[in-house]
């Protein structure tokens, strides 16, 4: 079985950390052994599952679903270590101060390095990722583009020898469908979608993939469009006020959701959920997926 890679993206502050958390964790349910993803300095999930710490090796948070926190230093030490296989080289090598400024200003090199930490167990390059799943909280939606661009950008500037080569066998992988897919969580607001509809449009063009949409924090009310209308007749009342809002609030998630569909081939819809429990939040989350 091929090991899939799931990138998990959308705008700051849509939820997508809790979809890909969910995500996770339902495919880990159907018996396949899952690796969860944060990218960058600092995890979200420490705080928000209470863990004691998250580092750059899996650990084990439920039954075959492990978290780990990628950085992109973090990764070209482990890749460098890989290459040389002495340690003591690698940290010298990591240690050295023109080293550390050159990797902090070389443009697309902590990315590239990233990308190449997700896409090694697909490339068979690199130490062994025992995961059938790897699921990646990766960066919003900005951030994002900047990582897909990068093994394009070192593949054009370095076209002759291991680096180039590399940038290209992840390129292939991103491109692949049946390794990689995408998902951009998005609310039913118009500028998170109006990001994640050119984030999709980038992905199509550069990648040739179709993104899944993944409308999170949906208004999933079951009254009558009479009843809330009977409630605004009571304008002096707080009744009447909440149901005018409720009723703008469903007329605007329905365009949202209208236009969603002239810009998505796939979407998935994830209520709002009144829950403060975070492993409760995410269970909820998992049923609603398919």
């Known amino acids: 079985m091929k090991q899939e890679i799931h990138f998990v993206t959308g705008k700051g502050g849509v939820g997508k950390s809790v979809v890909a958390a969910a995500l996770a964790l339902k ?24 863990l004691a710490d998250v580092t750059f090796h899996p650990q084990l948070i439920q039954p075959n679903l492990s978290l780990a926190l990628w950085t992109g230093e973090s990764c070209l030490r482990e890749y460098a270590q890989y290459l040389v296989k002495v340690e003591s080289l690698a940290k010298l090598f990591f240690d050295n101060a023109v080293m550390r400024a050159f990797i902090n200003i070389a443009p697309g090199l902590p990315e590239l390095a990233m990308l190449g930490k997700i ?54 992988v991103l491109k692949d469908p049946e390794v990689s897919k995408y998902h951009i969580v998005s609310l039913p607001e118009e500028l998170p979608l109006k990001e994640s509809t050119e984030l999709s449009e980038m992905l199509q063009k550069e990648f040739s993939v179709e993104p899944t949409l993944v409308m999170n924090k949906v208004l999933d009310v079951n009254i009558p469009r009479a009843s809330l209308q009977n409630a605004e007749s009571l304008t002096t009342s707080d009744l009447g006020l909440f149901a005018q809002y409720l009723e703008q609030q469903l007329d605007r998630q329905s365009q949202m959701m209208d236009q969603a569909k002239t810009k998505f081939k796939k979407i998935l819809k ?8 975070p492993w409760t939040l995410v269970e909820k989350a998992v049923e609603k997926l398919p």
């Open 27 to 50: 495919l880990s349910r159907q018996g396949k052994k899952v690796l969860l993803v944060e990218l960058g300095d600092q995890s979200f999930f420490k705080d928000f599952f209470e």
């Open 119 to 172: 896409t090694s167990g697909p490339r068979k390059y690199g130490p062994p990722m025992p995961f059938d799943c790897v699921v990646v909280d990766a960066f919003a939606t900005g951030h994002f583009k900047a990582l897909m661009e990068a093994p394009a950008g070192m593949a054009q500037a370095v076209q002759i020898g291991p680096m180039g080569e590399q940038s290209r066998s992840i390129i292939r």
């Open 270 to 277: 994830v209520p709002l959920f009144f829950e403060t429990n």
